[in-house]
């Protein structure tokens, strides 16, 4: 990676998360979800659903990390009740015993399997494919996990 020192990472990364706003770097996060909620009507329920899910994640991701390293402790972001609810409702219970058994790097797995879904939806959908009734259902619980899983400080 250009630019990235070992020795002087650690000491930069402590910085930038003791200076953080909390609330600014959730503004940036919630600025992709006013694009897409413009593009809503043009998008399936389920689309919108797992976007919503990403999300929720990220943001839950962002804020328990900045907000836990503020008050001298180290959450993570998967392990509160809000984030276990998502988890587990968008992912099918194979994928939810791979996430459960990963070391490491779960946002991002959980990012790469939200993406493969939207990516079969959109495939599905472009086939001529009708959406089903379940689909909407599972969409409407996606969509309510990933609003009960936003972070707190923006929700209105």
Sequence with gaps: ???????????????????????????LWRAPNDRVGQARPFLSERIFALFSAAQAALGLATSTT????????NRLWYEGEEAKDLVATVLDTEELGEFQARRSERLNWLFLCIQSKILTEIEHLLSGGATAGDSVAQAHRILDAAAAAEPSTLQE
């Design 1 to 27: 990676m250009v630019g990235y020192d070992k020795t002087k990472f650690g000491s930069q990364l402590h910085a930038a998360f003791r200076s953080a706003n909390l609330v600014e770097v959730l503004k």
């Design 66 to 73: 900045i907000g836990s390293y503020q008050d001298g402790e």
